[in-house]
């Protein structure tokens, strides 16, 4: 996999963020037709994110456990002090 495709796939899970997102948005915002950038695809096919669906609100995508793992391993979260 290309450093290209595995910072994407880091920035997708970070786009994602902690609570669910709509599929739709999600695939509006990374699906690609680039045989070179699958990002969403590789996502998908490693397990990094679920899709579920959920009464009144559709089909939801959210970070799996294993897509947690990853970005805490390589972009831990930034802590904020207040002045």
């Given amino acids: 996999m290309s450093d290209t495709v595995e910072?994407?796939?880091?920035d997708l899970l970070e786009w994602i963020g902690p609570t669910s997102r709509p599929?739709?948005?999600?695939?509006?915002a990374?699906?690609?037709?680039c045989p070179?950038?699958?990002?969403?695809e590789e996502a998908v096919d490693r397990g990094l994110v679920v899709?579920?669906?959920?009464?009144?609100c559709g089909r939801l995508?959210?970070?799996s456990v294993a897509g947690r793992e990853l970005l805490g391993a390589h972009r831990p979260p930034v802590s904020v002090r207040s002045a």
């Fill in 61 to 63: 995508v959210s970070v």
């Fill in 51 to 56: 899709s579920r669906y959920q009464a009144g």
């Fill in 7 to 10: 910072s994407l796939i880091l």
């Fill in 36 to 40: 070179r950038l699958p990002v969403w």
């Fill in 23 to 28: 599929y739709d948005d999600v695939l509006e």
């Fill in 30 to 33: 990374w699906r690609t037709s």
